[in-house]
Every structure is written in C-alpha cells, then in structure tokens.
C-alpha cells in the first residue's frame, strides 16, 4: 500500500512524548503513513539559532500535512509565536476544533457537541503592535473581507457536510462597531446562502456565561482570532479539560493538526501528559488523508479505554502515566 508522507514537528514541553505516544499508536492501528520528523521551537532556537530548520518548512511545502506538537512562546517579550507564524505563513484561516461530551468522563455537563471554528490567521494575532510612548501602546486589530469569508464559509460548509443544524456567530459587534461589525455582517450575508442551516449570533461575553450554563444549545460556532483562542479553552473545561481536545488548521493548500493544549511545561518530561488530544488530532489527519477507516479503529480504541476507566491519565482523575495509557491503547488495537 502507497504511504501517505505527512511533516511532524516534535516541538516543546510535553511535544516530544506526545509525539513519541502518537507514533506507537499509529504504528499498532497499521496507518499508511511515513515521517519527516522535526525538532522545532524554543528549545531548537537555543540549540541552533532558529526555531523553525529550513528543512523542516520545505518539508511541509512538499507534504502539504503536519502533526504538530505544541511550541513554547515566550509571554511579553522574545520571538513572533512560531504558530501564528505558521498559520500566517501557509494561509491555514480555518482552525476548526471539536469539543465533545466524552461518556466516561464526569464533569457537570453531558450533551456538549460544539465545533468551533476560529479565524486563524489576523485579528488582535497579526501583531501589529505601535509602542507611541513609554506609557501607550497600539494594537491594532486587522480584519479584512476575504479572511471573513473564508472562516465563515468554512463553517457553514461543515455544517453541510456534517449534518449540523445551527451556525452561531460570536462577536462583539455593540463595542468594536466597525471590526466586529464587519465580521457579523458578512456573517449575515452568507448565511443567506445556507437556508437549511439556523444562523444566529451572539455577544461573546453573554455567550460566555451560555457555554458555562446551557452548552447544549450551541452547534457550530464561528469567531475572530482571539474570542476563539479564549472560548476553545473554556469550552474543553466543559468535557474534561485540555487533555481531550484536537484541533485542524486548515488552508487551501497546506493542513496542520495539533492539540488545542500548549507545551505544559508544568508536567513536561514526567510521561503523565493526556496524550488524547494529539492521538485525535492525529485521527483528524488520518481523516483528511482518506484513511477514515484507520482514524476509526484508533478513536474506537481510545473510546473503549476511556470507557474502561481503569487506565486514564491523572488529569481525567486516574492513576495512569501516558506510557500505561498508549499501552492500553495498542493492546486494544
Ligand atoms: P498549556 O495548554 O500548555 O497548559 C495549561 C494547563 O493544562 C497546564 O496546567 C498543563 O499542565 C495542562 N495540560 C495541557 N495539556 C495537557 C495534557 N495533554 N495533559 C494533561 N494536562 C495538560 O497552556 P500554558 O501553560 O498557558 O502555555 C504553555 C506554553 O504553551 C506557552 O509557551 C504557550 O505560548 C504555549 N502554547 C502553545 C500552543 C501551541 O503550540 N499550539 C497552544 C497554547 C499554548
């Protein structure tokens, strides 16, 4: 069987296990895949001067597919974060990530099924920052008509494709008239052009308390840059934390699929990462490189060990490091 090449960035923190996790488990579901794999971000920058190799960005050029782990950026001060860079760089304007009630795992809410699907690439993130003085600084927020419609297209589309019922729109339209105004209005426009799907909107601060309240009522949901960075952590506080959350960065031509969670480099090198996340993140990729069936039988083994309950990492409230957990993993695959 032809194998597909996909890039892998190992990246910081945790990154490195989670990538070594991903593999074992790929490895044992049989995925039809090759690696170029990548050391890349803070910890390469201090080795050799660079946070991305340039073999590593002509190595996605040519694949066009990246697993990616998470880098760290340092807060305040030093380099652009290399994930901004890239999602700029390759134009990936969707980042599409999943949030979903997982039976075995207890938390306040049950039927939680939201996708949210955030503007990735401008916004508050395309680091537009003037310093006028000492005491005041500019940062500019950039939204522009295309980006606009790429990332709400996108949304409604999947909707389609998945059988969705509802787009909600998150803005903050009252304030930020004009950037947020734009955004919701488009909105309007091209939901007028998907008559079956319901269209609504909601202002992100009363959306905030929503998702804490009644999460089920929201379907799909579609926002600028930095409301979706805030309201994908929230919502992956709903379902079990950041340990259970993929994500896709999607763009005409080039996709990359990492966790929603950062480095942690609170636990980074103990092996008791929720390797989760990544292993979705994964499947999603196994998925856009029409290997449904092997996602499949991957996402059926973490389903059937999660239900087991008897080997789950600790932030899901188990006893398991991540080795214990691929393990269990594997064994059912
Ligand atoms: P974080 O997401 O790395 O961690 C937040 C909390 O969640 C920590 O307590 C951590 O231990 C826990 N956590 C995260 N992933 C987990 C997992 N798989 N299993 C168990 N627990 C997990 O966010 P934080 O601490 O704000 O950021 C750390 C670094 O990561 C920063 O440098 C930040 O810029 C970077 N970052 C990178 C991202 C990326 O590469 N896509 C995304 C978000 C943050």
């Known amino acids: 069987m032809d194998k597909h090449t996909v890039t892998v960035f190992r990246g910081d923190g945790i990154g490195p296990e989670l990538v070594e996790a991903a593999m074992k488990v790929l490895d044992c579901a049989g995925a039809p895949l090759s690696y170029e794999v990548f050391d890349v971000g803070e910890a390469e920058y201090e080795r050799n001067g660079k946070l991305i190799p340039d073999e590593a960005l002509a190595s996605f050029e040519r694949t066009r597919v990246m697993l990616k782990s998470p880098i760290t ?177 999607m763009g005409a031509d080039h996709a990359m699929f990492e966790a929603v969670h950062g480095s942690a480099p609170d636990i980074a090198g103990q092996r008791i990462a929720n390797p989760t996340a990544f292993l979705w993140s994964a499947c999603l990729m196994l998925d856009h490189l029409g290997e449904k069936d092997c996602a499949d039988r991957i996402r059926n083994a973490i389903d059937q060990v999660l239900n087991e309950g008897k080997h789950l990492t600790r932030d899901l409230h188990g006893n398991a490091g991540m080795d214990e957990y691929v393990d269990a993993i594997c064994e059912k695959l």
């Open 73 to 249: 950026t340092p807060v305040g001060k030093g380099f652009r974060s290399l994930n901004v860079t890239l999602r700029g760089k390759y134009n990936l304007y969707a980042n599409i990530r999943p949030v979903k009630s997982i039976p075995a795992i207890e938390t306040p809410f049950k039927n939680v099924d939201i996708v949210i699907f955030r503007e990735n690439t401008e916004g508050l993130y395309a680091g537009v920052e003037d310093v006028i003085s000492e005491d005041e600084v500019h940062a500019l927020k950039i939204v522009t008509r295309p980006a606009c419609e790429n990332i709400i297209r996108a949304a409604f589309d999947y909707a389609v494709k998945n059988g969705r019922k509802k787009v909600t729109c998150v803005h903050k339209a009252n304030i930020i008239k004009r950037a947020d105004g734009m955004f919701l209005s488009i909105f309007r426009d091209i939901a007028k052009e998907y008559p079956d799907i319901e269209a609504d909107d909601k202002i992100i601060d009363n959306t905030c308390m929503q998702l804490v309240m009644r999460p089920e009522q929201f379907d799909i949901m579609v926002m600028q840059n930095l409301y979706g960075d805030i309201l994908s952590d929230l919502c992956s506080g709903l379902v079990g934390g950041l340990g259970v959350v993929p994500s896709s960065n």
